[in-house]
Each structure stands twice: as structure tokens, then as C-alpha cells.
């Protein structure tokens, strides 16, 4: 009995979904706008979360030495900050442990990294400073801002890592921030049009919803269907955009991580893999609720609540 009445709740949830077809592709457009949205901004955030983390286990100073710095004048400038107070350690980085490094992040995409090796190695020897105290960071980069031999400067450019963990910090709020009311207006926008797909059947059905309230049936029971109508076009909608932001990151992902490598930057992409089970749940979560809350809302005119 209760396998007849699932199947003829799923059955008239599907018979909904084509009775009218423009309304549900309407629908099913503006959710797929709205998790597409939300999709971009979740990805941006996953990586700016992964970049973080990146930065903070290699947490220090990082001094980057002029190309034109032969291996003992490399040695010479890693002796010098070694000495500076506030220097834990220092150890030598070369061109191409930077480039077997970025290789192994990429992991698949190591290939786009081919043409860059021997002499064409876009990476720069580096001298990578552990500090012992982080608070001492501007004074240990002023000091070897300093760093001269024989006259000559061989120090290109310095990064600091506790610098841009502050910046991402500021950029993953902003994110937050617009990802958050992005999502409210968007899921607001669906909820009204797939509200109103379903106000179209129920008002074409609603005869048929009088007599059966007439001979008893429950309000959950004459809901059903039309809840099941709702979670059918946000399951769909959220499949749809799956797809479409898959592709959209793959094609994007591979242009930013040659950007990072052409930056001689030391962090790269997550796999769209990697993040695709979360979002797939994050998705379903999203297509469900708002298909049921729609559902609702449409009923309250026709069902006591």
C-alpha cells in the first residue's frame, strides 16, 4: 500500500513537471542561474581557502635572487640573511626544485609546465627563511632588503607570507559576503517562479483538489505531488549546472595555473575533483530546498496550513 501511494506521488510529481513545459524550463533556467552563481563564488572560495593553507605551512620569508647570481654568489646571500637577528633558517630553494615543486601541485596538468624546463626554467633560485618569531618579519625584510656584495645587489624581490594571508583573509570575507547575498536574492527569484509554475497546475487542477479534500484526503497526501514537482525541477536544475560549471572551471582552471607559473608563484588550482563531491551535495541540499519551499508556497492558497 505504501508503494502505491510513493509511486502515484512520483508519478504525478513527473506528470506536473510537462504539463507545463514553459513555466518549467523558466524555472529550471533561473535555478541553474542561481547555482551557477553561487558555484562560481563556492570555487573561488575553496581556492582561496586552498592557496591559504599552502602559504601558511610554508609560513616565512621567501627572497628571490637575480638570474644573473652564479650558485656561490646564491650561497653567499643565503650566509648573509642566516646571520640577520630573527632568522631561524635559511635554506636555499633552486629554479628547478620551484619547478618539480609546481609540477607536483599541478599533478595532471603538469603537463603545461613542459616548455619551461633547462634554460627555459621561468623560476628563480630563492632563499626561503624560517623566522623565529613572526612579529620580527618587517625588520628581517628590511635588513635583507640591505644585503649587498662587493656593491652589487642580488636580491630580485621578497615575499612574505603572513602579508598575503592577510589579504586573502580579506578577499575570502568579501567572497563570503557577496556569495551570501548573491545566493539570497537568486534563491528568493526561484523560489517566486517555480511557486508560480506550480500555481498553474494546481489552480488547473483544482477541482479535482476539491473533491479530494471533499472525501477526505489529507493536505500532506494532495501536497505530495506537487512537492515531488518542485524537487524533480531542482534535482534537474542542479545536474544541469553541474555539468555547465565543470567544463567552465576545467577551461578556466588551466589559463589561471599558467598565469601562476608565468607569476613564478608558489600555489596552484584545486582539481575540480577534488571539490566535486562537496558541491555536488551543496547542490542537491540547494535544488531540494528550494523546489520544496516553492511547492509549499504555492499550496497555502488552495490547503489550509
Known amino acids: 500500500m505504501r508503494y ?3 509511486s502515484y506521488h512520483i508519478g504525478e510529481g513527473i506528470k506536473n513537471v510537462f504539463k507545463n513545459k514553459k513555466s518549467t524550463v523558466a524555472s529550471i533556467g533561473i535555478m541553474v542561474a542561481t547555482m551557477f552563481m553561487f558555484g562560481i563564488f563556492f570555487l573561488i572560495g575553496e581556492n582561496i581557502n586552498n592557496i591559504m593553507n599552502t602559504i601558511e605551512e610554508d609560513q616565512g620569508i621567501q627572497v628571490f635572487i637575480i638570474n644573473e647570481a652564479t650558485e656561490d654568489e646564491v650561497e653567499d646571500v643565503r650566509y648573509l640573511i642566516s ?12 629554479k628547478q626544485q620551484a619547478l618539480d615543486q609546481m609540477k607536483d601541485r599541478l599533478k595532471d596538468n603538469k603537463d603545461l609546465l613542459k616548455g619551461y624546463e633547462g634554460d627555459n626554467n621561468i623560476f628563480a633560485d630563492s632563499v626561503v627563511v624560517k ?3 613572526l612579529e620580527k618579519s618587517a625588520e628581517v625584510q628590511e635588513q635583507i632588503n640591505k644585503i649587498e656584495i662587493n656593491g652589487q645587489k642580488y636580491i630580485k624581490k621578497i615575499t612574505s607570507s603572513d602579508d598575503t594571508i592577510n589579504a586573502l583573509i580579506r578577499i575570502a570575507n568579501g567572497i563570503r559576503l557577496v556569495t551570501g ?3 539570497v536574492l537568486l534563491i528568493a527569484i526561484s523560489v517566486f517562479i517555480i511557486s508560480n509554475t506550480i500555481k498553474l497546475t494546481v489552480h488547473a487542477r483544482r477541482k479535482e483538489i476539491s473533491i479530494m479534500k ?6 500532506s497526501f494532495i501536497r505530495s505531488p506537487f512537492i515531488v514537482e518542485g524537487v524533480i525541477i531542482g534535482i534537474i536544475s542542479g545536474l544541469i549546472t553541474m555539468l555547465i560549471i565543470a567544463g567552465g572551471y576545467h577551461l578556466v582552471s588551466i589559463k589561471v595555473i599558467k598565469m601562476f607559473a608565468n607569476l613564478n608563484l608558489g600555489v596552484t588550482l584545486l582539481q575540480f575533483n577534488d571539490m566535486a563531491l562537496l558541491i555536488s551535495i551543496v547542490y542537491l541540499i540547494l535544488g531540494i530546498g528550494i523546489g520544496v519551499v516553492g511547492s509549499v508556497i504555492s499550496m497555502r492558497k488552495y490547503l489550509e496550513v
Open 131 to 133: 623566522l623565529d618569531n
Open 181 to 183: 547575498i548573491i545566493l
Open 83 to 94: 646571520t640577520i637577528d630573527g632568522v631561524a633558517e635559511a635554506k636555499i630553494f633552486t
Open 214 to 219: 471533499y472525501v477526505g484526503a489529507t493536505n
Open 4 to 6: 502505491n501511494i510513493l
